[in-house]
């Protein structure tokens, strides 16, 4: 398997431009996680969804981020308008929500974000 | 109370040597605890991990102690090699009946093995 795929590897871009990010899970996982690392706060968690829905999105800091899983293969994290404080990496994780399983998250490499 | 507290906030240790990284929590609930091993570039990746049920769980030079009256858990990694050189991040969990479980993780303890 080829795991969670994340894309872009790095993301530079302007103060005030729509930033997405992407995320494919590995197939067969039925629950995904967005999280937000940076070295003053740490691995934050954003949002999660299970079966494509989302459960949990206290996490998300303001309105100008987004989530969405359009289908199981597929999720997407939207920042706009960018702001220089969103610099971070992003992660993205999946798992497969049964018994001992639901435990285990899988990440992807990261988005690295750099907002200037 | 959803906290996980860890320390050190970095570790420079020998080779050879004993690493330990102790996490502390609040919440009774949580039954299950990771132990997540980040390189640089990389995403983090499961460990090992523990229930509460047993208060000790070996896995190669990979150790969990946990304390279930102290509210402590602890990573020992024993005959530390330049290769464990990571961020480590503990975690808890607890079954709250929903499909899936949140992952709440620990600050992180950054880990040089000097050799």
């Known amino acids: 398997d080829a795991g969670v795929i994340q894309s872009p590897r790095h993301e530079v871009t302007e103060m005030g431009q729509e930033v997405t990010l992407r995320c494919k899970p590995i197939s067969g996982h039925n629950s995904l996680f967005w999280y937000r690392q940076t070295m003053m706060r740490g691995l934050e968690l954003l949002i999660y969804f299970n079966n494509n829905v989302p459960i949990d999105d206290s996490g998300m800091p303001e309105d100008r981020f987004s989530a969405k899983m359009p289908n199981a293969s597929f999720s997407t994290l939207k920042i706009q308008p960018s702001e220089p404080r969103d610099s971070a990496v992003y992660f993205c994780a999946s798992s497969f929500a049964t018994g001992v399983a639901k435990n285990i998250q899988y990440f992807g490499a990261g988005t690295r974000l750099s907002v200037l | 109370q959803q906290q996980v507290k860890q320390s050190p906030q970095s570790l420079i240790v020998q080779k050879g040597g004993i690493s330990i990284i102790n996490c502390a929590y609040e919440n009774t609930a949580f039954d299950y605890f990771p132990w997540y091993q980040q390189f640089p570039g990389k995403g983090p990746a499961l460990l090992i991990a523990?229930?509460?049920?047993?208060s000790e769980k070996k896995e190669g030079r990979f150790t969990i102690s946990f304390n279930k009256s102290a509210k402590q858990f602890s990573l020992h990694i024993m005959d530390s090699q330049p290769g464990d050189s990571a961020t480590y991040f503990c975690?808890?969990?607890?079954?709250?009946?929903?499909?899936?479980?949140?992952?709440?993780f620990g600050t992180g303890t950054l880990l040089a093995v000097q050799p």
């Open positions: 975690a808890a969990s607890y079954d709250y009946g929903g499909a899936t479980n949140k992952l709440i």
């Open positions: 523990i229930r509460p049920d047993v």
